[in-house]
Structure formats: structure tokens, C-alpha cells
Nanobody
Framework: QVQLGESGGGLVQAGGSLRLSCEAS????????MGWFRQAPGKEREFVAH????????YYTDSVKGRFTISRGNAKNTVYLQMNNLKPEDTAVYYC?????????????????WGQGTQVTVSS
């Protein structure tokens, strides 16, 4: 089992920045690709970004390209989401997820473990 815990959410004005962190604990010796998803009120959970086990491969949804950066810590059990130039439409609960594979995926069904989420609110 792997447990995931997100942190770093909060309230920020449009144009501002936040850095989300997700730390994995438990059976972290296996290879896990990681992803970030978000869910706005009344909407389905949607893909944001994913990163491979070694951190060399990343992928983003179009709406965040050039503004968000996903990365992994040196110990591989932490993943970050640096969010710059935030917009009100980025407001959502952000979830990190892990899948037992070398590469990430855009489908939420591909992930085995999920965190509890952290709220990001962007005011206009």
C-alpha cells in the first residue's frame, strides 16, 4: 500500500503562484509514476500533469502548459506541482495520484492510489 499526502494549497490572487507537494509513504520501493488531477465544484475530476518514475518524462493538459511544472524530489517519493500565472478557472481541489508503472497516464482509472486533495482557490 502507498499513502499520499498533499500540501501547499491555499488562496491566491489571479497571476499569483502556488507550489503543491505530494509525499508518498508506505511501499515506496516500487516504481511509481505520479500524476496531478483536479476537480472543480460540479465538474468531473480532470487530468493536469503526470511524471514518470525517473522524472524524465512529463506531460500536461493543454490549459496548464507553460504555466505549471511537475517535478520529483531526489528521493522519488515526493512530487511537486509549481503553478504560476494562476487563473480563476484553476480553482479546484487538487489530487495527486500514483500508479505502479514507469510512465504516467491521463486516465484517472489508470492510477492505483490517491491523496485526499488540497484546495486551490484563485480570486479574480
Amino acid at each position: 500500500q502507498v499513502q499520499l499526502g498533499e500540501s501547499g494549497g491555499g488562496l491566491v490572487q489571479a497571476g499569483g503562484s502556488l507550489r503543491l507537494s505530494c509525499e508518498a509513504s508506505g511501499r515506496t520501493t516500487s516504481s511509481y509514476a505520479m500524476g496531478w488531477f483536479r476537480q472543480a465544484p460540479g465538474k468531473e475530476r480532470e487530468f493536469v500533469a503526470h511524471i514518470s518514475w525517473r522524472g524524465g518524462t512529463t506531460y500536461y493538459t493543454d490549459s496548464v502548459k507553460g504555466r505549471f511544472t511537475i517535478s520529483r524530489g531526489n528521493a522519488k517519493n515526493t512530487v511537486y506541482l509549481q503553478m504560476n500565472n494562476l487563473k480563476p478557472e484553476d480553482t479546484a481541489v487538487y489530487y495527486c495520484a500514483a500508479r505502479s508503472a514507469f510512465f504516467g497516464a491521463v486516465d484517472r482509472e489508470a492510477y492505483d492510489y490517491w491523496g485526499q486533495g488540497t484546495q486551490v482557490t484563485v480570486s479574480s
